[in-house]
């Protein structure tokens, strides 16, 4: 299975880079995730449980960061066990480039899932794996730009014109961890 994509986060890149390197942003942000546990400066172990229909697993992994070059780019490296259900791992690349003042995330992301997990079909492990992705960087998003308050978004949206506003940026290499955390957590917890 391979995942690419891009998204844009209303911060500087060395604030996303550090959020994504951050564990207690990281847990705030997996869905079903139990524990992120920095082992050493390249290697996270990540404890996720998930329901998928009458199936729960919990699944235990290492994500492992290759070939970093703060805050520019990283491949990340996922493997992890759910007992019964199954294995995944994959692999991301991801990368952060500056746009203005906000941060473009681009990945691409293999993952190979086994076990019942494998048996499952690759369109519902697809959609629980972008389902877990779009609710790891809709939490990213909010906690690394916090919203304005309301007065401040009442000002800018009559100050602004609708033509002229951007969505916010999301950082790549959590993107690209989200997604290869989904597929690969996704795909075992499907089985």
Not at 79 to 97: D, N, R, S
Request: a positive charge; aromatic letters at 6%.
């Amino acid at each position: 299975m391979q995942i690419t994509g891009s998204q844009s986060i209303a911060a500087p890149r060395h604030q996303v880079w550090a959020a994504l390197n951050d564990p207690v942003i990281l847990k705030g942000c997996l869905p079903g995730c139990e524990s992120v546990e920095r082992v050493s400066p390249e290697l996270f172990r990540v404890v996720v449980v998930s329901a998928i229909g009458p199936l729960r697993a919990k699944f235990n992994g290492d994500l492992r960061l290759t070939q970093a070059q703060p805050p520019e780019s990283c491949v990340m490296v996922f493997e992890g066990q759910g007992g019964a259900v199954g294995f995944g791992k994959g692999q991301a690349t991801v990368e952060l480039l500056d746009v203005g003042s906000a941060t473009e995330l681009r990945y691409s992301a293999q993952a190979q899932v086994g076990g019942k997990l494998a048996q499952i079909g690759s369109r519902l492990i697809d959609s629980v794996a972008r389902k877990m992705s779009d609710d790891f960087f809709e939490a990213f998003r909010k906690l690394v730009v916090p919203a304005p308050s309301p007065s401040i978004t009442a000002e800018a949206d009559t100050a602004t014109p609708a033509s002229a506003k951007r969505s916010s940026v999301v950082p790549v290499w959590v993107y690209a961890a989200a997604a290869v955390t989904a597929v690969v957590l996704g795909g075992v917890l499907l089985r």
